[in-house]
């Protein structure tokens, strides 16, 4: 056997589950970024390495994130090399500032040498193998970093300045480093808490949280251990069913529970159904939280994001279609049976306009002035339908496509999944539709 292959099974202990980060022959997974100069560093793969030249600073960064972690990987360089590997940094921003990073350099003035985490920890005495590959095994642990530099145990202390981010290479000026073996094993830690998800979302969706808002618990409390998310339009009983057999306890819905606005089960409390949904979220434990206000508000409208990448408009919206062509490009990307449609199918759609969920009257006069098709999710039978209608008998040329709430929005949903899984890596989530809800006769 190869003394490589030897000792990564003797690092790699029964039952633990290694993850390449680097594929030995593209950056696939990584993202090179600017530091503090313009440029992004010139990143390439050579000899089965990834290779920085020093033609110009920057740092290259995994796509995923990471909290709690085993990391190992090799890297060689000139005696005096100026590099560092960046731990639970952020993607914006300076690296060294934004996360950790892990030295590898012999000069540093302050003391902050090849082991020490640059600013926080200073490790023990290490010296590189100039021109050789070495070896750094990682471990962060919550606050705790044990770094081992070629077997050796160089840092062993804790710091707890970030908590989890991604990991990254320095590529400074006139520096050449290579980089290797690169793999990673997310540590177990104990769980998170309900309480502890919604404070990453309150903070992750980056708008200030509204004093009055429906964007409350539903069901279940703050410190309900959470075994894993669901993401959906609506918390219909289908959906708590799916995400209870799924072992999945903390349902994230954009649309209510309990049918009201509110959610509030006064006047309902004695209904069968209400009652036996009711008994389902007992018995599973299950979390509800109700995510509407806030997604909406999220620069750009998550919603709205979401839809515009389940009707594969993300670059813009589709151009020289009949109003009847884009009902039914609309009906195929989103896979719903049928939409309902104002104006004559033949004219063409040349401005759309999209407003997903409940359409205002006053909110779908302005998209109308502005375009000939406007999209809704629903809309009162006696508000836009019949104001459209008037438009087209004043002679004026004018779509509307209907699509239902829950269709007009779900995309939004599936899209709040997948920022989630950036935010709570540590748990398994999902998005499972409330579905399409009408049948066709
Ligand atoms: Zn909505």
Redesign the pocket.
């Known amino acids: 056997m190869r003394p490589a292959l030897l000792l990564m099974l003797a690092l790699a202990a029964p039952g633990q589950d290694w993850t390449p980060l680097f594929d030995g022959k593209t950056l696939k997974g990584w993202t090179p970024r600017a530091t503090t100069a313009p440029g992004t560093g010139d990143w390439a793969i050579r000899d089965g390495a990834i290779y920085c030249g020093g033609k110009e600073p920057g740092w290259l960064s995994t796509d995923a994130a990471f909290r709690d972690f085993r990391l190992q990987l090799e890297f060689k360089g000139p005696a005096d090399v100026n590099s560092g590997v960046f731990l639970r940094s952020q993607k914006e921003g300076q690296p060294h500032v934004t996360g950790y990073e892990l030295q590898i350099w012999e000069m540093q003035p302050q003391g902050y040498l090849t082991g020490s985490l640059v600013g926080s920890l200073k490790a023990g005495p290490a010296k590189i193998k100039a021109n050789e590959w070495n070896h750094y095994d990682i471990t962060a642990r919550g606050d705790h970093f044990v770094v081992k530099l070629n077997g050796q145990t160089v840092l062993d202390a804790r710091d707890g300045k970030h908590r989890e981010g991604h990991i990254g290479f320095q590529c400074q000026p006139k520096q050449t480093i290579w980089f290797r073996d690169i793999r990673v094993q997310r540590l177990k830690r104990a769980g998170l808490t309900a309480g502890e998800v919604l404070g990453r979302i309150q903070k992750g969706v980056a708008v200030p949280w509204q004093e009055k808002t429906v964007d409350t618990l539903k069901s279940g409390t703050v410190d309900t251990p959470v075994t894993g998310i669901v993401t959906t339009f609506m918390a219909t009983l289908e959906v708590l069913q799916k995400a209870a057999a799924e072992g999945k306890n903390m349902i994230i819905t ?1 649309e209510p529970t309990f049918y009201l606005h509110d959610d509030s089960t006064e006047a309902t409390a004695n209904d069968p159904t209400v009652i036996a949904k009711k008994a389902l979220i007992e018995k599973h434990n299950l979390v509800i939280f109700r995510f ?1 206000d806030h997604w ?1 508000r999220r620069q750009p409208d998550g ?1 709205r994001v979401g839809m515009m990448k389940a009707l594969g408009w993300e670059n813009g919206m589709p151009e020289g279609l009949t109003l009847r062509e884009l009902a039914e490009a609309v009906k195929k990307r989103l896979g719903i049976a049928a939409v309902r449609m104002i104006g004559d199918p033949g004219m063409k759609a040349g401005r759309i306009a999209l407003t ?2 409940y359409a205002s009257l006053h909110g779908s006069m302005r998209e109308l002035a502005k375009s000939d098709v406007l999209i809704i999710g629903e809309a009162r039978e006696w508000e836009v339908y019949e104001y459209v209608q008037d438009q087209i008998a004043s002679g004026q040329k004018k779509g509307l496509i209907v699509l239902g709430h829950a269709s007009s ?1 779900e995309g939004g949903m599936k899209e709040a999944a997948e920022w989630l899984r950036g935010l709570v890596p540590e748990l398994p989530v999902a998005h499972i539709a409330a579905g399409h809800l009408f049948t066709v006769q």
């Open positions: 954009h509407h909406h919603i997903p969920g929005e």
